[in-house]
């Protein structure tokens, strides 16, 4: 019996956990403070310096910079590095040359 409730929590964990892709990824160049405390390790702090650093110098180019951001080195970085994106840049699709 005691196996049975064993197996059946590690499938409700499995089935509740999503599994990390692409679109699970959050953006920091448009999460705000309150998603961006939600990677672990980052916390509201580091949040609102990543918000901070945005608003002064424009979006982010690189997950690299972040380790311009107080608080995040290369072992965070690594740690955080498979939950965050930079998103795409759609603002500048106008200023793409169009090829012929």
Do not use: C, H, W
Not at 3 to 17: A, E, G, H, W, Y
Not at 37 to 66: C, H, M, W
Not at 70 to 81: C, D
Not at 82 to 95: A, F
């Amino acid at each position: 019996m005691l196996r049975v409730i064993i197996s059946l929590s590690f499938i409700t964990i499995f089935m509740l956990t999503p599994v990390l892709n692409a679109s699970d990824k959050i953006d920091i160049n448009k999460a705000t403070e309150d998603e961006l405390a939600q990677i672990p390790t980052i916390g509201l702090k580091i949040a609102k310096r990543i918000v901070e650093y945005r608003k002064t110098n424009g979006r982010f180019k690189s997950l690299d910079e972040l380790k311009l951001i107080k608080g995040i080195g290369a072992k965070r970085l690594e740690a955080i590095k498979e939950r965050v994106t930079i998103g795409e840049d759609t603002e500048n699709i106008d200023s793409i040359p169009e090829i012929k």
